[in-house]
């Protein structure tokens, strides 16, 4: 089964939306399998243990108790600056 | 200049499905985007503008009837719908002004720049629709291209020096530096807080208080879901409206189905608008080269820190109770309900993280944003109207928790339109910003020196090592 990112911001629209297309082009590019799913912070809890890594959008959102997924931030999808790396670690979690 | 005004009209005529494509599109190339990719771009737009339409119009099939009845039956007069600030944005992309909006604000930052006017380098381009709803908000208030155009550079030119004035204490707080946060969503209601916190620091008693509602983000945590609070509301609605059971239960699913699709079809508009914004970032980070500037953001960076969501969680009740004992409130919250966390996010910064002043201060915000919204919801209705939104049967006219209910969109908009009683408070209002900024600035960032600990850099830090 594909691995699943999970990607959250503060309204699952505008932030979410770019950071999920360019981790489904790259992995695409990387032949990486995955799937991407887009959600508001709310949401958290209700997705938390369902997937396999965590891009925070919304910084630093805790994760419910007894869920232990990575995190990682997602700030490089907004400035550009550290993409590739940020990319790169998320892809470990997806092999 | 009389061809400006001609040139406009034309552009109007051609309907609003194709204005915002079309110069997307030609935006895309001046900015060196493959053309498949710039029709790409293009067609995603249209098809967003169609959908935000085609859910707008079953929200208003299902909350318009409800709104009717709920006025016949319980009294209560909440005849303004909020239809989300996706719509408000998508309607005001669709305008002509929407288009050429991008490309000036572009320019006028980079001119702001290197005259040092600000620090800013917005290069978060959605959130550019907030700038060029008070300008499209203005345009149809006075009728007058210029006036628009006024109205949205000015927005821009406030929203930057906030954002710079801001920088220092989010910067701290949330432990990013070299980032301001532009999104006037967010940055609007400082005008309001900081004033409102300054007078809190003189009240004696309520100067220490600070508040502790772990426990309330645990019990009421179901109601960050925006399907089960939809529901909830929609069950709500149908049984103040007297509606049967069958009803009541089928309004709610229609409206949690609302909740749910709206932000994803916004998300097509994103989509569509992300070409423009990579190029437009790469465009302007090249420009600046080495100069010390703010890389401006979207605030959603900022949301996620547990005062907000906590305060967010007790205000979103509050808010729908609000609404109905309010003195000339019209606005039935609704789609917009789940944006409260961004309203108040930059609040939490400026008190460090004090719960109880973000509860105080985003209650005075949500009354604001109820009566500006109200009060500026007949022009909103009409470019509504303009770009081809349907008006919901049992409704006066639409709203939403952005556009003119942000107070500095309102503030402009009833300015250049010299409405009397709007120039006053945006005077005393503004006035009073600016009495307490120096203050409110210095005092925050004494405080997060203080009590470091409560900063959310510091908390992400223990967070790390626990």
């Known amino acids: ?95 | 200049m009389e061809s400006i005004a001609g040139l406009f009209k034309v552009l109007l005529d051609l309907g609003p499905n194709v204005v915002l494509p079309f110069f997307i599109f030609l935006f895309a190339l001046a900015l060196r985007t493959p053309p498949g990719k710039a029709i790409r771009a293009a067609i995603f737009i249209a098809i967003a503008l169609i959908g935000i339409k085609m859910v707008i119009a079953f929200m208003g099939d299902n909350l318009g009837p409800a709104m009717k009845a709920l006025s016949k039956n319980s009294g209560l007069k909440l005849d303004v719908m909020d239809v989300g600030w996706g719509a408000v944005a998508a309607a005001i992309w669709a305008t002509p002004m929407g288009a050429i909006g991008i490309p000036v604000l572009l320019l006028f930052n980079l001119v702001l720049l290197y005259f040092r006017a600000t620090k800013t380098l917005m290069v978060d381009i959605w959130n550019y629709h907030h700038l060029i709803t008070a300008g499209v908000l203005t345009y149809w208030a006075t009728d007058n291209v210029y006036l628009g155009f006024a109205g949205m550079m000015l927005a821009a030119l406030i929203t930057w020096l906030l954002a710079d004035w801001s920088a220092p204490f989010l910067q701290r707080f949330y432990g990013l530096p070299g980032i301001s946060m532009p999104t006037l969503s967010s940055i609007s209601e400082l005008v309001i807080a900081a004033p409102i916190n300054e007078l809190l620091d003189h009240i004696p008693g309520a100067k220490n208080i600070r508040g502790n509602f772990d426990s309330v983000r645990k019990y009421l945590g179901l109601f960050g879901e925006p399907a089960v609070l939809a529901v909830i509301i929609g069950l709500v609605i149908g049984l103040m409206a007297g509606y049967d059971v069958k009803n009541t239960l089928n309004l709610a699913m229609n409206l949690a189905a609302v909740m749910i699709i709206l932000p994803k079809v916004v998300a097509i508009l994103m989509e569509g608008l992300m070409p423009i914004q990579e190029a437009s970032r790469e465009f302007l980070q090249k420009r600046m080269g080495n100069r010390e500037i703010f890389l401006g953001l979207d605030s959603a960076i900022s949301i996620g820190h547990p005062s907000v969501l906590t305060a967010a969680l007790i205000l979103t009740p509050f808010v729908l109770i609000l609404a109905a004992i309010l003195p000339g409130n019209q606005m039935l919250p609704f789609a917009d309900i789940t944006v409260i966390p961004f309203r108040i996010a930059f609040v939490v910064a400026l008190v460090n993280g004090n719960v109880f002043r973000t509860l105080v201060i985003g209650a005075v915000v949500l009354m604001q944003v109820l009566l500006c919204g109200t009060v500026t919801s007949p022009v909103l209705t009409k470019i509504f109207l303009s770009v081809g939104g349907k008006m919901p049967e049992g409704a006066v006219g639409i709203a939403s928790f952005s556009g003119g209910s942000l107070f500095v969109s309102y503030a402009i908009m009833q300015s250049l339109a010299f409405v009397v009683s709007g120039l006053i408070i945006s005077l005393v209002v503004f006035g009073l910003f600016l009495l307490v900024a120096k203050s409110q600035q210095q005092k925050a960032l004494k405080l997060m020196e203080d009590e470091e600990e409560n900063t959310y850099a510091a908390q992400k830090n223990a967070a790390l090592h626990s």
């Open chain 1, 1 to 95: 089964m594909a691995k699943r990112v999970l990607v959250l911001c503060g309204n699952g629209v505008a932030t979410s939306t770019v950071a999920s297309k360019k981790i489904q082009d790259y992995m695409a590019s990387s032949g990486i399998r995955c799937e991407v799913v887009q959600a508001k912070i709310g949401e958290l809890a209700s997705y938390a243990d369902k997937v396999d890594v965590i891009v925070l959008m919304a910084l630093g959102a805790s994760l419910p108790a007894g869920v232990n997924k990575p995190l990682i931030k997602g700030l490089p999808f907004m400035t550009g600056i550290g993409l590739q790396q940020t990319l790169d670690e998320i892809k470990q979690h997806l092999v």
